[in-house]
C-alpha cells in the first residue's frame, strides 16, 4: 500500500487507524495516480451517499471533477484517503478533503464514506484530521453546503468540539466549521 511519491507529498500525514469494527486502514494523502480508485469508490456509492456528497445527481466522475480531485496541491487544497486491501489490490473506502477558495475566502470542506464503511468512525476520524492539516497551513474556517436532512453529518461535526453554525441557503444548509 505504499503509494509512489510525488513532489511535495506530505508523507507525515500517513498513519494507520483501527476503526470500530475492528478492521484497519491505511490513511494517506491523495495522488494523481488515485484516479481509477477514486472511480471505484465513486461506483460503490448508492445514489443517496453520491447525492448527499455533491447535492446532486451524478452517475459518473467527470474527467475535468476526477482531474481535479486527485491532482492537488496539498496546501491550499488537499485531501486523506483511507485505503484497504480488498480482492488482492487497493481500494479507497473514503476521502476526507479541503480546498481553499480565494474568491469567497472560504475553506471548502468534504468527506465521503462507501456505504459498507460507514458507522465506524471513519468520517470523523477524516474530518479530524483534515481540519488539523488544514489548521497547519493556516486555515481556521471551514465551510460546506449540505443536505437538510444530512444527519449524519450534522451529528459528526456537534461531537468534535469545534464551533459549528448552519445557515440555510437556496433549499440546503451552509455549514461554517470553525477550528
Known amino acids: 500500500m505504499t503509494p509512489t511519491l510525488n513532489e511535495g507529498y506530505p508523507a507525515q500525514y500517513e498513519s494507520r487507524l483501527s476503526l470500530k469494527n475492528g478492521q484497519e486502514v491505511f490513511l494517506r494523502p491523495i495522488l494523481p495516480t488515485d484516479e481509477c ?3 471505484d469508490l465513486f461506483n460503490k456509492l448508492d445514489s443517496y451517499s453520491r447525492h448527499m456528497r ?3 445527481i451524478l452517475d459518473d466522475l467527470p474527467e475535468k471533477l ?3 480531485l486527485t ?3 496539498y496546501v491550499s487544497e488537499f485531501a486523506l484517503v483511507a485505503v484497504i486491501r480488498e480482492d488482492g489490490k487497493d481500494a479507497i473506502i473514503a476521502v476526507g478533503r479541503y480546498a481553499y477558495d480565494s474568491q469567497e475566502n472560504a475553506t ?3 468527506v465521503v464514506v462507501r456505504d459498507d464503511w ?3 468512525g471513519l468520517g470523523k476520524l477524516l474530518l479530524v484530521k483534515i481540519f488539523a492539516a488544514g489548521r497547519e497551513q493556516g486555515f481556521s474556517r471551514f465551510v460546506t453546503m449540505i443536505d437538510p436532512e444530512n444527519n449524519i453529518i450534522k451529528q459528526i461535526l456537534s461531537g468534535l468540539g ?3 453554525t448552519y445557515a440555510s441557503r437556496s433549499g ?3 455549514v461554517e466549521v470553525l477550528v
Do not use: K, W
Request: aromatic share 24%; net charge neutral; no cysteine.
Open 37 to 39: 480508485l477514486l472511480v
Open 54 to 56: 455533491f447535492l446532486g
Open 66 to 68: 476526477l482531474f481535479r
Open 71 to 73: 491532482h492537488i496541491n
Open 108 to 110: 471548502e470542506f468534504a
Open 118 to 120: 460507514q458507522h465506524y
Open 162 to 164: 469545534y464551533t459549528v
Open 172 to 174: 440546503y444548509l451552509q
